[in-house]
């Protein structure tokens, strides 16, 4: 197996500098299509913990020489985010251009210690959607959160995955804990970081825009040169185009074929769970699903059941600890009918799971931020990677055979409900997925 594709040191590429931009079409056809758009010649590490995730992190703003990017749901006070942040100032005070968005409700009681730290440092730090009072949950979509996980620097290394920048120790409604938390992410190279990068930039104009714009346009009405002051503004708002590694530098990387994928509500509401669903309609050995939170609609669920009837192994591997009893219980809810099925289901016991990883057959495999649930498949703003490649569908295949190791799989014969309390429980589960969608402004079907 070539390094490449584990988790360890991989050779370094030649790169470039960032001030090269590609065609314009190869810049937008990966939003424009509803189905992942492949690259290339990408170099896919995979990154076990937040450990091996801060420590490659570290690495890459240290050695930052333009411009640095963050886009994170929880963005934490405890050791290791702090040293992640203090990395991200010191970055800022050497020159480098460093902008960090944050979720306003994953966020809320670190916004004010990183607003500051970065801001006197010269960051860039913005707060998607914050909650300043309890009238902030009155306005529209509200409940629609920034779940993605991004970061990138210099327009050649990314990272992605479904890891907070918090320590996989600690947990912020139950405290610290011996053993961290399952979660994975990946560091990428090669011509799949220019997506990461736009969406990066799209998220940090849309929160700076959206939070404080009526402050800036009040500043440059104060401002001796407004227009001087109104063509900054525009710089900060305007998402450009991402940087661009040169074709030599691409052929030095692995030929692994890489596709960023998103959802947001524009035009990529259902592009994840559609990756999901079409490759499990292709499986033909194995598909193996880690999720957190597992409450699929009735498309997904089905082509669970049709890959179990092909004689696909089908396993799920849910959490086996849980951190919310309400997702426990919706998951839970949905055993008897996969176990009837053929699914086989496990139960993570060790930590709390968070990862959000799949792999089908032997080539293809996702790793994300998106759950199997409601609120990341209609309502959060979601990222993930899907890889097509042997190599990298095998290192993953290994990481995970360790994290079923430590699980206990549920028997169809122990858990089988009472038929009527079995089914008072779905309905009930139901009716709160939907009348949560409804609060959140999504009409259509799960």
């Not at 937040?50 to 640095?68: C, K, N």
Request: hydrophobic share 45%; glycine share 6%; charged share 25%.
């Amino acid at each position: 197996m070539s390094p490449n594709h584990q988790g360890g040191a991989a050779s370094r590429p030649r790169t470039a500098t960032i001030d090269e931009r590609p065609p314009a079409e190869e810049r937008a056809d990966w939003y424009l299509s509803s189905r992942p758009v492949y690259s290339g010649g990408n170099e896919v590490v995979l990154l076990r913990g937040g450990d091996a995730l801060f420590a490659s992190m570290h690495e890459a703003i240290a050695a930052a020489r333009t411009e640095v990017w963050v886009a994170t749901y929880i963005f934490s006070e405890d050791p290791a985010a702090s040293a992640l942040a203090q990395a991200l100032a010191a970055a800022a005070q050497r020159g480098v251009s460093v902008r960090v968005v944050v979720d306003g409700f994953g966020s809320e009681h670190s916004q004010a210690a990183l607003q500051r730290l970065l801001g006197e440092a010269g960051a860039g730090f913005a707060v998607f959607r914050p909650l300043t009072s309890w009238r902030s949950w009155l306005q529209p979509n509200q409940l629609r959160r920034l779940h993605q996980k991004l970061c990138v620097v210099d327009a050649r290394v990314a990272f992605v995955g479904g890891i907070n920048l918090i320590d996989d120790r600690f947990d912020l409604h139950h405290g610290w804990a011996e053993v961290p938390r399952l979660d994975y992410a990946v560091r990428l190279r090669g011509a799949v970081v220019g997506p990461i990068e736009q969406t990066v930039r799209a998220m940090w104009t849309r929160a700076r825009f959206g939070s404080d714009w009526r402050d800036e346009v009040r500043d440059i009405a104060r401002d001796p040169r407004p227009m001087m002051a109104a063509r900054r503004l525009l710089r900060t708002l305007r998402v450009v185009a991402p940087g661009q590694v040169p074709k030599e530098a691409l052929e030095a990387l692995p030929a692994v074929r890489a596709a960023f994928v998103v959802r947001d509500n524009l035009r990529q509401r259902r592009t994840i769970e559609r990756a999901y669903i079409e490759a499990l309609q292709r499986a033909r050995e194995r598909a193996v699903i880690v999720s957190p939170y597992f409450y699929p609609g009735r498309r997904f669920r089905q082509a669970l059941g049709q890959a179990a009837r092909r004689g696909v192994d089908v396993r799920l591997l849910l959490q086996g600890n849980a951190d919310y009893r309400i997702a426990a219980m919706a998951a839970r809810a949905l055993y008897e009918g996969l176990l009837a099925r053929g699914v086989r289901i496990f139960e993570y016991q060790p930590a709390f799971l968070h990862a959000k990883v799949a792999l089908v057959d032997r080539d293809w495999a996702t790793i994300g931020s998106s759950n199997i649930d409601p609120l990341s498949m209609l309502l959060n703003l979601e990222a993930n990677i899907v890889v097509s490649d042997h190599g990298f569908a095998a290192t993953l295949a290994a990481a995970l055979e360790r994290d079923f190791a430590d699980s206990v799989e549920v028997c169809p014969v122990t858990r089988r409900e009472p038929t009527l309390l079995g089914r008072a429980r779905r309905v009930c589960v139901a009716w709160i997925a939907r009348a949560y969608l409804r609060l959140a402004g999504f009409t259509g079907k799960y």
